[in-house]
């Protein structure tokens, strides 16, 4: 069994498709099949099966795909280890928040494609949860509270929130003054949130009911906006927002407790030195961050 097999059985896996993993790849689609093939027929199991959205895993190639990625990653930990100082090659599939990804941690990633010429850097915007290892991401940005799971985090910032809500909606509803005031207040958020809030060295959890849930922070601002309800969110989202006055903070006396940004990945003794770099610049990036402060700009970006 040949590492390139390996490699080639998990760009498929990945791509969803053996013409789309070829066009990665840069070789034929004749030779992914064959070599998939040859793997399949070196294990004694199918791998892959068609379906009328492209390929899809078989149980054994869901458990392969673990295997052989976990492989594949300690065999680029050894070289990264033995030529720490090399230029990163290969390439690194990362997932970022949709929210303010784009506008915060993009220039980052593409700081990294500049420093790095011979890296590919296949990154996708989602304000969803993925699988990293059963979508065969390397790492993902995270930001807020974490929740528990066998992944293994690097925080590499702080992240501080705001509760918000437009002149509209005060001037017509007021704005609640105490944690317990919000259950009476319209609130735009995310399905099944809970809101934490700083009295004094306590912190306070609040479950809000609201008639506008959406998936993704930036929707929330602009139902906001509009008066709809009251929002929590992260300062990244709403600074912009408040310095206009568009928005204003409410019920400052109980202050949102701190969250952060944090890179995870799959479980492992040591990151790829991609990772790591990634990491490094990330911190770089927004480590010393203070509340009120913009990171975008910071650096060589």
């Not at 990264?80 to 100082?85: G, N």
């Not at 940005?141 to 925080?155: E, F, M, P």
């Not at 609040?206 to 009251?230: K, M, T, W, Y």
Request: net charge negative; charged share 20%.
């Amino acid at each position: 069994m040949q590492l390139e097999d390996l490699r080639i059985f998990i760009e498929v896996a990945d791509a969803g498709g053996i013409s789309s993993a070829a066009l990665r790849l840069g070789i034929s689609k004749s030779m992914v099949s064959r070599r998939i093939t040859q793997l399949e027929a070196e294990l004694g199991a199918q791998l892959l099966a068609r379906t009328t959205r492209g390929i899809a895993l078989t149980e054994a190639g869901v458990t392969f795909r673990e295997h052989a990625a976990r492989i594949s990653t300690e065999l680029d930990v050894a070289k990264e280890t033995m030529l720490p100082a090399g230029e990163l090659r290969g390439r690194l599939r990362i997932a970022v928040p949709l929210s303010f990804g784009p506008t915060h941690f993009a220039p980052v990633l593409s700081q990294m494609a500049r420093r790095h010429p011979q890296l590919h850097i296949s990154s996708s915007y989602t304000d969803r949860f993925v699988d990293l290892v059963g979508e065969g991401f390397d790492c993902a940005i995270r930001v807020g509270h974490l929740q528990d799971s066998n992944l293994v985090a690097r925080r590499v910032g702080p992240l501080f929130g705001k509760l918000v809500a437009s002149p509209a909606y005060v001037e017509a509803h007021g704005a609640p003054v105490t944690p317990d005031e919000i259950v009476n207040h319209q609130v735009v958020m995310r399905e099944a949130e809970t809101w934490q809030f700083m009295d004094g060295d306590k912190i306070v959890l609040v479950r809000p009911q609201g008639r506008f849930v959406a998936d993704n922070g930036v929707s929330l601002v602009a139902a906001a906006l509009e008066g709809i309800g009251v929002a929590y969110l992260p300062e990244p989202l709403v600074a912009d927002h408040i310095s206009s006055g568009a928005l204003v903070p409410i019920m400052t006396g109980y202050p949102v407790p701190p969250a952060a940004i944090f890179v995870v990945r799959p479980p492992g003794r040591y990151p790829t030195r991609k990772v790591r770099i990634l990491t490094e610049m990330l911190i770089e990036c927004f480590g010393n961050l203070a509340e009120g402060e913009e990171s975008i700009g910071k650096g060589d970006a």
